[in-house]
């Protein structure tokens, strides 16, 4: 049976999400928050949002990102096959070429406490993300919006609740609820997406980053098909 790249461990990852999840309020848990009391260091990043913005539209100039159906198949086969991706950073792995493609972005990921990985997300006009939840639960996400449609923005359902990106708006979700996007609009949605450590007592926060190392193999071979080097 074929296996996603970045989804392993199966009993053991059940057991810790459960885990990690009853620790977190279990489902009285926030689908949405603002990121700020959560990891207040992305004010610094949305400070330099012009910057970002700058750095993302020359990398989509001069670069296709990877669809998501050429960095994990299978993944992407209960997703989406278009969605493109581009991460530059991956379990505490660098993108090397993010040093030239997305600084500001890498530069963040590397110095800043509590992030697990970082890359730009493209969903482009007609690609849909199925429902489907994250497969992990000792990560929270984090959207910075780069650019998205004026006219019939596209939105991501939550469990039964809704939000529509804004160009510099930010949101954290919590992706292990059912979630999904449309884009029916007639450009691209492109925003940033920040994976930080869930906030967990001492006990289970040292379990959530004995996990994400077993994890980290997976890493380089992410990074490098979101390159686009099959």
Known sequence: MAKSISVDHALVRKAANKYFLRSYGGDRRPRFTSPYPLFPAVRELEAKLPQLQAEI??????????????????????ISKDWRLYYAYVLGVPNEAARKDTPTLL??????????????????????LDPH???????????LCISTPEKNPPRIRVDQEYYTWKAGESIVLDDTFEHEVRNEADEPRVVIIIDFRRPLGPLADSVNRWFLRTKREASSKMIQLSNGDY
């Open 57 to 78: 539209e020359e990398l989509m100039k001069q670069r296709e990102l990877g669809r998501y159906e050429d960095i994990d198949p299978v993944r992407a086969a209960q």
């Open 107 to 128: 530069e963040f990921a590397e110095k800043t406490p509590g992030v697990v990985s970082a890359m730009v997300s493209v969903l482009e006009p007609g690609v849909n």
């Open 133 to 143: 939840a994250g497969p992990y639960a000792g990560i929270l996400r984090y959207h």
